[in-house]
């Protein structure tokens, strides 16, 4: 089962649309087995990744909600089906924005049960572009309960399933 809907592809896709500077530093926030990490490795880029449960070498262990990272270390933040399972999506926000560089960007791709443009403007963030991707997560949510797979997000209820990029507004401090 892949870690997200749309796989590698969907994560090319992101990456390719947030226009990031060649070489930049970017965090993966829940990059479970690796694969992002690796492939904006492959892309040149400076990644890393943390989750809660590594699971691959290329991941260390760590919080998305508290990582202890340097504020204003990064140039991207990127996070794939990870801040709705960690039960707390504002203070995901508020972290990455923290680890955020001036005029930073996070590139996201989340369940939302609310429309996200006001929750991320809200932290501090202008939407670049949103794409509503909500037909491949119903695929991807059809598919792993059709196979019985149980690392599938459990998700209960109309939610949408969103593609963004988006731009730390305003410097540090709160917003
Ligand atoms: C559905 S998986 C997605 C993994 C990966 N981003 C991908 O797309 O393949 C969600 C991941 O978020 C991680 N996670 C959940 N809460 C977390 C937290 N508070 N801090 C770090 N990782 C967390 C889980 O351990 C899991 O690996």
Sequence with gaps: MKGHPGGEA?????????????GERVLDLGAGAGEAVALLRS??????GLDL???SPLVETGDLLHTGLPS???GAVLSQCAFFVSGDVPGALAESRRLLEHGGRLLLSDVFFEPPEPLLRQAGFRVVY???MTALWREYVLEALWRGDETCPT???KCAYWLL?????GNDGPV
């Excluded at 892309?43 to 890393?48: D, I």
């Excluded at 990029?165 to 507004?169: A, G, H, P, Y």
């Design 10 to 22: 969907h994560s090319r896709r992101l990456i390719g649309l947030a226009g990031l500077r060649p």
């Design 43 to 48: 892309l040149g880029y400076a990644a890393q």
């Design 53 to 55: 449960e590594p699971r």
């Design 72 to 74: 204003g270390s990064f």
């Design 130 to 132: 949103a794409e509503d």
């Design 155 to 157: 998700v209960r209820g």
């Design 165 to 169: 990029i988006c731009e730390k507004e």
